[in-house]
């Protein structure tokens, strides 16, 4: 919902987040902590913690956190069990999306790591143009390599790695997939990519035959990063990821009746904006 100019109301952000908390997803992305004035459809991010029913859910709950002072604010409710910071390989988009340098963001880490582990939660970082930089930077997997092993030596255990603007392929996606196996067994690695409808299979199918397990998407496809550029390119679609893991043979313990209740509020949401 972040690149939405018109203000999705509150109400609705909670009936159809307590919607997908009944589905049986792992995680939820529900909110940010961060500036109103920067990202103003996440200002009421805490008034939509407080209303979800988390009683029945098997779900986590993930907050996106640019700073410091984010995590902070998160690591007050102890409903939050993931904080996800996004970490970029391009200098220029990190300044865009957080207003620090990728050195600068490195100490953040840091610091919101400790943040985590003092207050039980754990930190995930969306490390963005994974696959690819539109910025005229140099992209290489030795730049990647360099910036998760930074990472690790702050402690980071969990990365997802992220397209953000849609620039992957199957083989850029292959590459990296494989290399990061191979040199950092002792990560867990998900895919968060970006992708227009006709391409998102092949990427889905790319990731999983090089051994990625866990994936983030979003019902319709919906979705962006407003810091990335003005036409924004969509996150997978949680209905072509479920088609292709069912094709693969893998049991999906999802509640697939309230996941159709869940896709009727999303087109409620998002259906004059696709």
Same mark, same amino acid.
């Given at each position: 919902?972040?690149?939405?100019?018109?203000?999705?109301? +509150?109400?609705?952000?909670?009936? /159809?987040?307590?919607?997908?908390?009944?589905?049986?997803?792992?995680?939820?992305?529900?909110?940010?902590?961060?500036?109103?004035?920067?990202?103003?459809?996440?200002?009421?991010?805490?008034?939509?913690?407080?209303?979800?029913?988390?009683?029945?859910?098997?779900?986590a709950?993930?907050?996106?956190?640019?700073?410091?002072r984010?995590?902070?604010?998160?690591?007050?409710?102890?409903d939050?069990?993931?904080?996800? /910071?996004?970490?970029?390989?391009?200098?220029?988009?990190?300044?865009?999306?957080?207003?620090?340098?990728?050195?600068? &963001?490195?100490?953040?880490?840091?610091?919101?790591?400790?943040?985590?582990?003092?207050?039980?939660?754990?930190?995930?970082?969306?490390? &963005?143009?994974?696959?690819?930089?539109?910025?005229?930077?140099?992209?290489?997997?030795?730049?990647? $390599?360099?910036?998760? #092993?930074?990472?690790?030596?702050v402690?980071?255990?969990?990365?997802?790695?992220?397209?953000?603007?849609?620039?992957?392929?199957?083989?850029?996606?292959?590459l990296?997939?494989?290399?990061?196996s191979?040199?950092?067994?002792?990560?867990?690695?998900?895919?968060?990519l970006?992708?227009?409808?006709?391409?998102?299979? #092949?990427?889905?199918?790319?990731? /999983?035959?090089?051994?990625?397990?866990?994936?983030?998407?979003?019902?319709?496809?919906?979705?962006?990063?407003?810091?990335?550029?003005? #036409?924004? +390119?969509?996150?997978? &679609? +949680?209905?072509?990821?479920?088609? /292709?893991?069912?094709?693969?043979?893998?049991? $999906?313990?999802?509640?697939?009746?309230?996941?159709? $209740? &869940?896709?009727?509020?999303a087109?409620?949401?998002?259906?004059?904006?696709?």
């Amino acid at each position: 919902m972040q690149g939405l100019e018109e203000f999705v109301p +509150t109400e609705l952000k909670i009936q /159809y987040i307590n919607s997908l908390l009944k589905v049986g997803f792992d995680v939820i992305d529900f909110g940010s902590f961060v500036s109103p004035k920067s990202t103003p459809q996440m200002r009421d991010t805490i008034d939509v913690l407080k209303k979800l029913d988390l009683q029945n859910s098997v779900s986590a709950l993930l907050a996106v956190v640019p700073n410091v002072r984010g995590a902070e604010d998160a690591c007050v409710f102890p409903d939050i069990d993931f904080l996800g /910071y996004p970490f970029s390989i391009s200098e220029e988009f990190q300044i865009r999306n957080t207003n620090a340098t990728r050195e600068q &963001s490195i100490s953040r880490v840091d610091e919101i790591n400790n943040l985590c582990i003092q207050n039980f939660k754990e930190l995930v970082v969306h490390l &963005s143009m994974a696959f690819g930089n539109p910025y005229d930077e140099e992209w290489n997997m030795d730049i990647i $390599l360099h910036w998760i #092993e930074r990472l690790t030596d702050v402690g980071v255990n969990t990365i997802a790695l992220s397209d953000t603007i849609g620039s992957s392929t199957p083989e850029s996606i292959k590459l990296v997939c494989d290399n990061l196996s191979r040199e950092f067994p002792f990560l867990e690695f998900s895919a968060h990519l970006h992708s227009t409808p006709e391409f998102s299979l #092949e990427k889905i199918k790319a990731a /999983y035959k090089s051994g990625c397990r866990a994936f983030d998407s979003a019902i319709l496809g919906f979705g962006g990063c407003p810091f990335a550029q003005d #036409e924004l +390119t969509g996150n997978i &679609s +949680t209905e072509i990821l479920l088609e /292709y893991l069912k094709s693969e043979g893998e049991e $999906l313990e999802l509640d697939f009746k309230q996941l159709q $209740l &869940s896709h009727k509020i999303a087109r409620r949401i998002f259906s004059h904006h696709l």
